[in-house]
C-alpha cells in the first residue's frame, strides 16, 4: 500500500487549502493514519491523526482549531482541511500511517512524497 498526498499550493495568510492522502489499496481498520509536515530546515512534526476504524482524531496544539483531519472509507482518503493559515504553516506535509495512536513520525511507516504547502504573509 502506498499513500499518496496531494492538494498543496501557494496561497496567502488566512486563505484555506485541502489536502488529501490517498492509499493505492486497502486501509484496515486497525490502521491510524497521520498527518505530518517539515518545514525547510526543521524536524517532522506531528500535525493530525485519525483512527480509521472510529475516525478519533488528535491535532497538534499548533493547528488545533484551524484544521480537521476526516477520512472517507469509500474512497479510502484521509483529508486535511487546513484554515485560517498563515506562514508558519509553510511546509512539505505528509501523510503516513501506524497501527496505534502516536505523534511520533518514527512509529509511522508509508511515508509518501509529501506535497508542498507555501503560505505568503
Same mark, same amino acid.
Given at each position: 500500500?502506498?499513500?499518496q498526498?496531494?492538494g *498543496?499550493g501557494?496561497?496567502? %495568510?488566512?486563505?484555506?487549502?485541502r489536502? &488529501?492522502c490517498?492509499?493505492? *489499496?486497502? /486501509?484496515y481498520?486497525s490502521?491510524? /493514519?497521520?498527518?505530518?509536515?517539515q518545514?525547510?530546515?526543521? @524536524?517532522? @512534526?506531528? =500535525?493530525a !491523526?485519525i +483512527?480509521?476504524?472510529?475516525?478519533?482524531?488528535?491535532? %497538534? !496544539?499548533s493547528?488545533?482549531?484551524?484544521?480537521t /483531519? &476526516?477520512?472517507? &472509507? %469509500?474512497?479510502?482518503?484521509?483529508?486535511?482541511?487546513?484554515?485560517s $493559515?498563515?506562514? @508558519?504553516? +509553510?511546509?512539505?506535509?505528509?501523510?503516513a500511517r501506524? $497501527?496505534?495512536?502516536?505523534r /511520533?513520525?518514527? @512509529?509511522? +511507516?508509508y511515508?509518501?512524497q509529501?506535497t508542498? =504547502? +507555501?503560505?505568503?504573509s
Open positions: 500500500v502506498q499513500l498526498a496531494s *498543496g501557494l496561497l496567502q %495568510a488566512g486563505g484555506s487549502l489536502l &488529501s490517498a492509499a493505492s *489499496g486497502r /486501509i481498520s490502521w491510524n /493514519i497521520g498527518w505530518f509536515r518545514a525547510p530546515g526543521k @524536524e517532522r @512534526e506531528f =500535525v !491523526d +483512527t480509521w476504524s472510529y475516525g478519533r482524531t488528535s491535532y %497538534a !496544539d493547528v488545533k482549531g484551524r484544521f /483531519i &476526516s477520512r472517507d &472509507s %469509500a474512497k479510502n482518503t484521509v483529508y486535511l482541511q487546513m484554515n $493559515l498563515k506562514p @508558519e504553516d +509553510t511546509a512539505v506535509y505528509y501523510c501506524s $497501527l496505534s495512536r502516536s /511520533i513520525a518514527g @512509529e509511522y +511507516t511515508w509518501g509529501g508542498l =504547502v +507555501t503560505v505568503s
